[in-house]
C-alpha cells in the first residue's frame, strides 16, 4: 500500500511515516516544502503525481494563540487546504484521513464527547479545523475523521518538553488544573492510524491514550517520572490568561475504536514512561 502523509516534520506526521514503512508499506512523507496544502495545483500536481493508495492528512496550523491574530491563515491551512486535498482524493476515488481535535467541541460538562456530537468551537483554531472536517465530509464518501487531543511526540515542541526545560531552572512550577483531558503519545497514535487505514471501517473517531488527568496532574507525573525535584502548584484557567479560550472538558469518547475492533492505546502513564526514554533531557 502507498499512502501520502503530510506534516512530515510534525510530531505525528513523522510517526506514521516511520509506522508505515515498518510495516512494509511505501509512505511518501510531504511538507510545505514538497507541498503547499494552501496551494491548489501544487496538492493537486503532487498528489497525482505520488498517486497513492490513500491520504493522511497530519499537517495543520496547530499555534492555538497566534491563530486569534492570524484567522486567514489559520483558515487557509486548516479549512481550504483540507479542501484542497478532499478534491483530488475525491478525483481519484481514494480514502483520506483527516486529523482532528476535540477543540471542535464547546469543551463544557463533563461528559466525554462522542464522535456524532454537535461541533461548537471555541475558538479560531477549533472552528478552521471544524471547517475542515466539513470539507473532508462534503467531498468524499471513503474517510477518516480522527480527533486527538493533547499530543506529545519525539519531534517538535510539546507540554512534556516544555515542562522539562522548566524544572532545570525552577523549582516551583503553577500549572492549570481546572482542564481535564488525555495525553496522548503520538508513537502509539501512529500505530492505530495506520491499523486504521489499512481498513474500510470509515467514519469519525476519537483517539487518545487511555486515563485522564489536568494539565497539573500530568506536570506532577512528568516530574515523578523524570526524578525532578519540582513543585507544581495547582491554579485556575481565570489566574493563567490566554488569547484563545481553551476546552475545560477535553474527555473524548473512544468507544466506537474498539465498536470496530480497533485496538485501545496504552495508559497515559505507560506513554509518558516510554517517551521520557526516548527523549534526551
Known amino acids: 500500500m502507498k499512502v501520502l502523509v503530510t506534516g512530515v516534520k510534525g510530531q505525528l506526521g513523522y510517526d506514521v511515516v516511520n509506522e508505515l514503512k515498518k510495516r512494509g508499506h511505501e509512505a511518501v512523507g510531504v ?4 507541498m503547499d496544502i494552501t496551494d491548489e495545483e501544487s496538492v493537486n500536481r503532487v498528489i497525482r503525481e505520488a498517486a497513492p493508495d490513500a491520504v493522511i492528512h497530519c499537517a495543520a496550523y496547530t499555534a492555538v494563540d497566534a491563530a486569534e491574530d492570524n484567522v486567514e491563515l489559520c483558515r487557509a491551512v486548516n479549512a481550504r487546504g483540507t479542501g484542497n486535498i478532499a ?23 463533563t461528559r466525554p464527547w462522542e464522535p456524532d456530537d454537535q461541533r461548537e468551537p471555541l475558538n479560531i483554531y477549533g472552528q478552521t479545523k ?40 525552577r523549582d516551583k ?23 486504521m487505514i489499512e481498513t474500510e471501517k470509515y467514519g469519525r473517531y476519537h483517539a487518545t ?56 492505546l496504552p495508559s497515559w502513564q505507560d506513554a509518558l514512561r516510554r517517551y521520557l526514554t526516548e527523549i534526551e533531557y
Open 31 to 34: 511538507d510545505i516544502e514538497e
Open 87 to 109: 478534491r483530488v482524493c475525491k478525483a481519484l476515488d481514494i480514502p483520506m484521513m483527516y486529523i482532528s481535535t476535540d477543540y471542535v467541541f464547546n469543551g463544557q460538562g
Open 130 to 169: 471544524y471547517e475542515g472536517e466539513l470539507e473532508v465530509e462534503e467531498n468524499l464518501n471513503k474517510y477518516f475523521i480522527v480527533r486527538i487531543a493533547w499530543v506529545f511526540g519525539v519531534n517538535g515542541k510539546n507540554f512534556i518538553k516544555t515542562m522539562l526545560n522548566l524544572g532545570k531552572t
Open 173 to 195: 512550577l503553577s500549572v492549570v488544573a481546572d482542564q481535564v483531558g488525555s495525553p496522548t503519545y503520538t508513537f502509539d497514535l501512529a500505530r492505530l492510524l495506520v491499523d
Open 209 to 264: 491514550n487511555e486515563g485522564l488527568c489536568s494539565w497539573y496532574e500530568f506536570a506532577c507525573e512528568i516530574f515523578k517520572q523524570a526524578g525532578m525535584n519540582v513543585t507544581v502548584e495547582p491554579v485556575t484557567s481565570d489566574q493563567f490568561p490566554v488569547k484563545a479560550k481553551r476546552p475545560m472538558n477535553s474527555r473524548i469518547s473512544k468507544d466506537k475504536l474498539i465498536e470496530n475492533g480497533f485496538q485501545p
